[in-house]
């Protein structure tokens, strides 16, 4: 790689106070590597660094939603359905020992509705790192400890609900962890999918050009002319009713990276298409390197970061796809959970107007969302450090 | 000119044809059919279709013979402007989406001309008062805009409104005009209903044209003609709004084709959280009850529009920009 010849100002810049340290610095900027000046640009992006922070946050959560979560999310119990958060109150007395207040609920004899009263003398404390269901930690170590709990004692009935109860009494809180893992996970397999598919057709129609890159761009533009969610609708109606939540998953995330590959099939041809005549190349494949070697040891590294980019602003386009999907009820289908199918029970206006808590699943979609179309940004801004 | 429009008209057809067989085949991809999907829906209220009633219903409907055969079928009719019978509402296809496709013409409309509207003159504003307040909120406004998805915006929205003002802002007709026929009334009334939807589906739109506007706008308004054109002593808004504004409103063109497509088809989802009576729902149970006729048409006609789109989008392009010469051949 040659030498940047434009000086790029890292976010580190000291001051300038001596022309000896200014030339230090040039001297650091010369003898950089293309990713450390990506990563210096990038940093000076900041809400693009706190965005890769949430980013980071929310795949935790993914991978830790067991430990997470403190209740069983499929476990159900008709005396507390739609209870309403319960507030933490940190401090007992000036001291701190964080507890709720226990709810009575009762039947309203007028509207038969149930109703849920907080009892301020009656407090549960919440202990950390409490036992609870049991479940296995990254699917492989069997524990029982969960970030949060109660001591339960003698009487089963101290739970806690920190985002209140659906309809069927299950815990909106542990659900919501959950439902973060496939959301986002449905999310990053399908950009995988998409990535190979856009990178093979894309490097095709790019590298070879003529009859192959025609044929492909074709595709690609009747696909890209077909709106989008008439045609994952019908895909997604087509699936068999009687499916396992496993077979609905994976054939939900092949639906939506199906049409997700044009965008980046695109950035690849067009990327493959300005290096083809670069004197790096030619000279590549003048000292006789193959085809393969060519395209992946000279070619795909100088692009990377440009693909690195175009795969996280792909990434919330297929997050929303699958809550939208799943909102409708042609995605996943309960007892499978994810964002989209929390957020069902929020179709309705009456039933969240009653029970508001039901729309805080949106909070995480629209977070997510953001968090990754900033990082994308600063990424795309980063990707090439020799521009200005 | 005329050969450049006819090469894109020539392909546009040929998009269109693509777009049917392949609606065609999502349709048939389910297994089973609509005879299979309707004696479940009668063995779910309690009566039994008969093997001989499923037979004759496969034959009155064509559904025994292969999918090219149907597909053929399909196509004969289509061309003759005859979308063929919707199974489930045993009307013609065209009686079945009749209005609701005007109305779904109409919201998407409002969507674009809402979006513009708002888009130009917010867009110039923050790229003329850079980095000032009103530019922060702009863009603020935007990345909103973006991040939420429109069914979640439009969800947040009949929950204000229903905890507000006590109101269903759902709809797109109060409900004593729901079923009246066509009259100034109805058309005041739907005029009022409009506003809610348009913004809901036109916002991402919007957040998405005031980047754009921003962006190319600054980076015209940085060239040395328009810093000749200031010190010829021109007014501020003339300098601005004669040249910059006029080159920057390029890409605006171009995004028509996308902008129609993608607010009709979001238009579905936002429908249905919304209750509007286009197409979408119509869509939605459709492909649940696997009629053909009535989904392939809808997806068919969606596909078609969006066809219609991209083509303007491009003749216009190339009638307000001359730099755009067509070197195609």
Known sequence: MSTPDIALEPATAPLREGPAEAEAETQRLFVASQWQLMWWRFRKHRVAVVSGLVVIGFYLMALGADFLAYADPDASEAQRSLMPPQPIHWFDGGRFRPHVYAVKGARDPQTFKRV????????????????????????VLPSTRHVIGVDRGLDAAKTIFLLGTDVQGRDLWSRLMYGTRISLTIGLIGVTVSLVLGVVLGGLSGFYGGVMDTLIQRVIEILRSIPTIPLWMGLAAALPRDWSILQIYFAITIIISLLGWTELARVVRGRFLSLREEDFVVSARLVGCSEMRTIFVHMVPSFMSHIIAATTLALPAMVISETALSFLGLGLRPPAISWGVL?????????????????????????????????GDGLRDAADPYGR | MLGYIGRRFLLAIFTVWAISVL????????????????????AAMGSVVTDEEAANLRIQYGLGQPIYVQYWKWMKLMVRGNFGMSMEWRRPVTEVIGERLWLTVVVSVAALLLTWTLALPIGIYSAVRQYSPGDYIATFIGFIGLAVPNFLLALVLLYLGFTLFNANIGGLFSTEFQDAPWSLAKT????????????????????????????????ELRKPYVVTARSKGLSEARVILKYPVRVALNPFASTIGYTLPYIVSGSIIVSLVLGLPTVGPLLLKSLIAQDMFLAGTIVLMLGVMTVIGTLISDIVLVCIDPRIRLDES
């Open chain 2, 188 to 219: 005041w009334d739907l005029a009022k209903h409009l506003p809610i939807p348009a913004l809901v589906l036109g916002l991402a739109g919007t957040a998405q044209q005031i980047r754009i506007m921003r962006a190319n706008l600054l980076d």
């Open chain 1, 116 to 139: 849920y009263r907080a009892d301020p003398d009656d407090r549960i404390p919440i202990r950390f790192f409490a036992q609870g269901f049991p479940y296995r930690f990254l699917g």
């Open chain 1, 343 to 375: 957020l069902q029970h929020a179709q309705n206006v009456q039933t969240v107007a009653i029970s508001p808590w039901l729309m805080i699943p949106a909070v995480p979609v629209i977070v997510a969302v953001m968090a990754f179309n900033f990082l």
């Open chain 2, 23 to 42: 609606s065609f085949a999502i349709i048939q991809l389910p297994p089973g059919d609509y005879v299979t999907s309707y004696i479940a829906q009668m």
